[in-house]
């Protein structure tokens, strides 16, 4: 069940020792972390080393230690649409029991429903990132109305003229054009 112990120098690992699992004991947490890893996709993520504004709350409770917590990133990538850079602020809140070790609790729930501690120590990490990535849309604009690339040229319609459009016929065809009507009507006659 356990897989690797959390590390506690990691920037989202929290040693709850201090609450002395004693009920209703609180502790607050307002700090600015970097990410320790990429949180995302290659096209759009918090990216590595950005920095992750977290206001936590830490209140031991008779199962465990209750986290609760606003955290805000900012993610970046590219539109999909018309691939310009977008960058989002994500805010996200997080709330989540971490089991003590031997309550009831631990005894009765799957790791996977309900987090646990390791000791004294609470890894939030999978939770912010979790969350995060949830608040991440499913499809990153640059703008709700983005009207992305013209299909035949591939530049962005922003950087186009209104009245940009491929129905014209290349000149050059167009004297075929021309030809193959002549070579019609002598055929007519
Ligand atoms: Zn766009
Ligand atoms: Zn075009």
């Known amino acids: 069940m356990t897989t690797t112990a959390p590390d506690p ?26 990410a320790p890893e990429a949180y995302g996709l290659e096209v759009y993520a918090v990216q590595r080393s950005s920095v992750i504004d977290l206001d936590l709350h830490l209140t031991a409770v ?28 994500l805010k996200v809140h997080v709330q989540e029991l971490y089991a003590y070790e031997g309550s009831v609790t631990d005894a009765t729930t799957d790791a996977d429903e309900i987090m646990r501690l390791d000791g004294d120590l609470l890894d939030l990490e999978p939770a912010v990132r979790d969350a995060l990535v949830l608040a991440m849309p499913v499809t ?6 983005c009207p992305g690339l013209c299909a035949d040229c591939g530049v962005p319609w922003d950087d186009l003229p209104e009245d940009h459009g491929h129905e014209i016929v290349d000149p050059r065809w167009a004297g075929l054009e021309k030809l193959r009507l002549a070579d019609t009507d002598g055929e007519s006659k």
């Open 9 to 34: 120098a990691a920037p989202l690992v929290f040693d709850t020792a201090v609450l002395g699992r004693t009920s209703g004991t609180t502790m607050h947490v307002a700090r600015e972390i970097a």
């Open 62 to 89: 008779s199962e465990g230690v209750l986290a609760d917590a606003e955290v805000e990133a900012v993610a970046e990538g590219e539109c999909a649409r018309c691939l310009a850079p977008v960058q989002d602020t």
């Open 140 to 145: 990153p604009l640059c703008r709700p109305d």
